[in-house]
């Protein structure tokens, strides 16, 4: 099952920029690895239990400066250090099995949602077929970058399955994919 997010909303810093992003281990680079999160709807992020690092102003609290950020049990703590994250990176990285399961339920409910939408038996196989995928995949990034596609896209498949169905005869038993 997976756990209830808590909803951020962030607008643009006076930089014009804001963004979510969770740690998610450790960067040759940059020491600490990132995944940005996809908006969910219009200026709000899902968050759940982790590290991440956040900018952009939330309505009446003092703005996020790209500033690290921890969620424990839905409560958030503020203004953590670069080296109190960094000493972190061994249980983030632990945490990894969780963050590709809760990757992998939201493009499940995504999935859901579509066949919901168009519902008719061949958008359910195709979709069916999609989700079976997914138990082939075990990278977050790779899931991450999979769900922000998702969502992005998820009217235009449900417009575009809609339309496939539409052109089906009635009597139609093959694939639409």
């Not at 756990?3 to 740690?23: G, M, N, R, S, Y």
């Not at 998702?150 to 052109?167: C, E, G, H, N, P």
Request: with cysteine.
């Amino acid at each position: 099952m997976l756990p209830e997010p808590q909803k951020l909303t962030l607008f643009p810093h006076e930089d014009e920029k804001k963004w979510v992003a969770e740690i998610t281990g450790d960067d040759p680079t940059f020491k600490l690895k990132r995944t940005f999160l996809p908006e969910i709807a219009s200026n709000t992020y899902d968050i759940y239990d982790g590290y991440y690092q956040i900018h952009g102003i939330h309505p009446g609290i003092t703005p996020f400066t790209k500033e690290y950020c921890v969620v424990e049990q839905g409560h958030m703590q503020r203004h953590l250090t670069f080296p109190q994250v960094l000493r972190q990176v061994e249980a983030i990285k632990a945490k990894e099995p969780e963050r590709v399961e809760r990757i992998k339920a939201q493009l499940i409910q995504q999935f859901d949602d579509i066949d919901a939408a168009v519902d008719h038996e061949l958008v359910h196989e195709d979709l069916l077929f999609q989700k079976e995928q997914l138990d082939m995949m075990d990278d977050f990034d790779q899931l991450a970058q999979a769900y922000q596609q998702l969502l992005r896209q998820k009217k235009t498949m449900i417009q575009r399955y809609r339309d496939q169905v539409a052109t089906l005869p009635d009597d139609y038993q093959g694939d639409i994919g």
